[in-house]
């Protein structure tokens, strides 16, 4: 088990960009799930993945937003024309999902991105 | 999911134990009980969950009153590694997939 792992660790980038962050999972997990944390707030809810599917999207989802995870194992999320409040640390977590049992979610180190 | 009130910030001498209490008094009898804690610059750790029973694992105990509308995280012997934000969540693991997080308890650790 190595855990989840993410990357870039750390990004910065101009207004209007583009950038795409990678998430690996823990290789069993069947569920894959993105938060956005911003400065002194907990983690806020993105999307999540079971498999290769996306079951769920928050509002806070915008439309210059895009997650796949196209092999229902590792997940990019991509944000188009970054804008500054996209700033923030965005998490990636993971779990095992076995019937009708969502079991604990293990979260990555988070790419934090700042947008100048 | 139910929403939990923790108090902003505690304080705790190392090697005392620590008791982080949380509300959730709207809680309904499906949803369980999840303590996570984030350390500065990583991503939150599960530490533990229960429903209605006390709970300990090798990080912490977790304490549920019997109406369930409050709980307590124990961690019997702090260390200076424990200074984290922990987060009470409420969460219904049958249905409901995603983790609510409000703004925690900043616990700070001292010598």
């Known amino acids: 088990d190595t855990g989840v792992s993410q990357n870039p660790r750390h990004k910065i980038t101009k207004r209007g960009q583009n950038v795409t962050f990678r998430c690996d999972p823990i290789?069993?997990?069947?569920?894959l799930y993105w938060y956005r944390q911003t400065l002194g707030q907990g983690p806020e809810f993105l999307t999540y993945f079971q498999n290769e599917a996306q079951l769920e999207k928050s509002r806070l989802l915008s439309d210059r937003f895009s997650a796949e995870r196209p092999k229902g194992s590792f997940s990019t999320l991509e944000i188009q024309r970054t804008e500054q409040g996209d700033s923030a640390m965005y998490l990636c977590a993971s779990s095992l999902v076995s019937g009708t049992s969502i079991y604990e979610q293990y979260f990555g180190p988070g790419t934090r991105l700042t947008v100048t | 999911d139910a929403k939990t009130t923790q108090p902003p910030s505690m304080d705790c001498a190392e090697g005392r134990a620590a008791n982080l209490p949380c509300n959730h008094s709207t809680i309904s009898g499906n949803e369980y009980v999840y303590w996570y804690r984030q350390i500065h610059s990583q991503g939150p750790q599960y530490i533990i969950h229960g429903l209605k029973n006390n709970e300990t694992n090798e990080m912490a105990s977790l304490i549920i009153t019997e109406d369930r509308k409050s709980s307590t995280l124990i961690l019997p012997h702090a260390t200076l590694r424990d200074t984290a934000v922990y987060y009470c969540?409420?969460?219904?693991?049958?249905?409901?997939?995603?983790?609510?997080f409000g703004t925690g308890t900043r616990l700070q650790v001292t010598l």
């Open positions: 290789s069993e997990h069947n569920r």
């Open positions: 969540i409420a969460r219904n693991t049958g249905t409901a997939s995603k983790l609510t």
